[in-house]
């Protein structure tokens, strides 16, 4: 079943390798072949319970038959399940692999909890997770914090979205030396061609969509702390709907028809749009006719429709609780940063980006630069580069 050579043994286990993550993997899995390790994958669950449209990438992935990867349950979600059976399938593949490194997703899913558990019960690996958790994610209970820590103390390593994240995970007992940044990336050069592509069809593709000619692009999930209420008013309150601009909400939740009552009571009903999640690969083209883009969320832990947005060579407006704020958006250099809540400085900034073009395409094109670093490649080298330190640490102890 496995297949060892010389070079490091490093264990990747997910709850499902959604589209998201298949280029992630992709490029952990060139990177550890050219230095000659050792790379297996393990999928806890073959369907995703949050995706509703088709997966393109994911079933790109699985359709070359790679080798070196297993999925333990493949007719159940990542809502959960069998976890029981799980387990025992989990400590069945650590054994037979027998992995110097193993890294997860998440340090409280169920599976983590487990790999956590065989981890110091066979001390034969060091443990490492992948989270972009930060401190001000929500109000935090002193006592769920305290909690965490005595969990999160247990791993040898964390790879985390960035520099604010890596300083929570400080908090909660992984040092600094033992973190490295660089886990909310997406596949930047398809996602640009697409996006270009998409530019070159203009008509088809707003045709195909029925995308309005010129709009403001808002892509969340339609609940509280995503704050699309906001993103109405403050559309509203700058009157660009007077200059023919639409604003798109792209998502679902159960915020739509409140959303959709506010957008009318503001008298803004005919200029905001709702349009369903379509796959990864389409979202390229919604990206590249918008004007640009806006996160308003109450806080985020990081955002990739920033990442997505930029690389459409697309500006953004996010919140100053947003992960990517501060680290990929910075502010007035490549995009607008504005505190949650606050709609009318949220309107101001609508409303400059649209009535000047210059200040607009400055804007995108230092968007598109910043976004680059933030590839799969990024991801791989970094988790890589975590990984060979805590195996030398571990082996000079």
């Given at each position: 079943m496995?297949i060892?050579?010389?070079?490091?043994?490093?264990?990747?286990?997910?709850?499902?390798?959604?589209?998201?993550h298949?280029?992630r993997?992709?490029?952990?899995?060139?990177?550890?072949?050219?230095?000659g390790?050792?790379?297996?994958l393990?999928?806890?669950?073959?369907?995703?319970?949050?995706?509703?449209?088709?997966?393109?990438?994911?079933?790109?992935?699985f359709?070359r038959?790679?080798?070196?990867?297993?999925?333990?349950?493949?007719?159940?979600?990542?809502?959960?399940?069998?976890?029981?059976?799980?387990?025992c399938?989990?400590?069945?593949?650590?054994?037979?692999?027998?992995p110097?490194?193993?890294?997860?997703?998440g340090?409280?899913?169920?599976?983590?909890?487990?790999?956590?558990?065989?981890?110091?019960t066979?001390?034969?690996?060091?443990?490492i997770y992948?989270?972009?958790?930060?401190?001000?994610?929500?109000?935090?209970?002193?006592f769920?914090?305290?909690?965490?820590r005595?969990?999160?103390?247990?791993?040898?390593?964390?790879?985390?979205?960035?520099?604010?994240?890596?300083?929570?995970a400080?908090?909660?007992?992984?040092?600094?030396?033992?973190?490295?940044?660089?886990?909310?990336?997406?596949?930047?050069a398809?996602?640009?061609?697409?996006?270009?592509?998409?530019?070159?069809?203009?008509?088809?593709i707003?045709?195909?969509?029925?995308?309005?000619?010129?709009?403001?692009?808002?892509?969340?999930?339609?609940?509280?702390r995503k704050?699309?209420d906001?993103?109405?008013?403050?559309?509203?309150?700058?009157?660009l709907a007077?200059q023919?601009?639409?604003l798109?909400?792209?998502?679902?939740?159960?915020?739509e028809?409140?959303?959709?009552?506010?957008?009318?009571?503001l008298?803004?009903?005919?200029?905001?749009?709702?349009?369903?999640p379509v796959?990864?690969?389409?979202?390229?083209?919604?990206?590249?006719?918008?004007?640009?883009?806006?996160?308003?969320?109450?806080?985020?832990?990081?955002?990739?429709c920033?990442?997505?947005a930029?690389?459409?060579?697309?500006?953004?407006?996010?919140?100053?609780?947003?992960?990517?704020?501060?680290?990929?958006v910075?502010?007035?250099i490549?995009?607008?940063i504005v505190?949650?809540?606050?709609?009318?400085?949220?309107?101001?900034?609508?409303?400059?980006l649209v009535?000047?073009?210059?200040?607009?395409e400055?804007?995108?094109?230092?968007?598109?630069?910043?976004?680059?670093?933030?590839s799969?490649?990024?991801?791989?080298?970094?988790?890589?580069?975590?990984?060979?330190?805590?195996?030398?640490s571990?082996?000079?102890?």
């Amino acid at each position: 079943m496995f297949i060892l050579k010389d070079g490091m043994r490093l264990l990747f286990v997910i709850g499902h390798l959604g589209d998201y993550h298949v280029p992630r993997y992709e490029a952990l899995l060139q990177l550890a072949a050219s230095r000659g390790d050792e790379l297996f994958l393990t999928e806890i669950y073959g369907r995703s319970g949050v995706y509703t449209f088709p997966q393109t990438r994911r079933a790109g992935f699985f359709a070359r038959s790679p080798a070196q990867l297993v999925t333990l349950e493949n007719d159940l979600t990542d809502a959960g399940g069998r976890r029981l059976r799980i387990a025992c399938r989990l400590a069945r593949v650590v054994r037979n692999f027998q992995p110097e490194v193993v890294v997860t997703l998440g340090y409280n899913t169920s599976y983590s909890l487990w790999l956590c558990i065989l981890r110091h019960t066979s001390r034969r690996f060091s443990l490492i997770y992948m989270s972009d958790s930060k401190a001000d994610d929500g109000r935090r209970s002193p006592f769920k914090e305290s909690l965490k820590r005595i969990l999160v103390r247990r791993f040898d390593g964390a790879l985390v979205a960035g520099q604010r994240h890596r300083a929570y995970a400080q908090t909660l007992g992984i040092p600094l030396e033992r973190s490295r940044v660089g886990f909310d990336v997406i596949d930047v050069a398809q996602f640009s061609r697409l996006a270009e592509e998409a530019r070159a069809s203009d008509p088809e593709i707003r045709s195909l969509y029925g995308l309005p000619q010129r709009y403001v692009l808002c892509v969340s999930r339609f609940i509280a702390r995503k704050n699309v209420d906001v993103v109405v008013d403050a559309f509203a309150r700058s009157q660009l709907a007077g200059q023919g601009i639409s604003l798109l909400l792209v998502g679902q939740g159960p915020g739509e028809r409140a959303l959709r009552l506010l957008a009318s009571h503001l008298q803004v009903g005919e200029k905001v749009c709702f349009m369903r999640p379509v796959p990864n690969s389409e979202m390229a083209a919604i990206y590249a006719l918008s004007e640009f883009v806006v996160l308003a969320s109450e806080f985020d832990q990081w955002g990739l429709c920033v990442n997505e947005a930029f690389a459409a060579a697309r500006t953004a407006i996010v919140t100053v609780t947003c992960g990517a704020a501060e680290e990929l958006v910075l502010d007035n250099i490549n995009g607008f940063i504005v505190k949650p809540g606050d709609t009318d400085a949220l309107a101001e900034r609508m409303r400059a980006l649209v009535l000047h073009d210059a200040m607009r395409e400055r804007l995108s094109k230092q968007a598109r630069l910043t976004v680059a670093r933030w590839s799969p490649a990024f991801f791989a080298s970094n988790l890589m580069d975590l990984a060979d330190y805590i195996v030398n640490s571990s082996a000079r102890r």
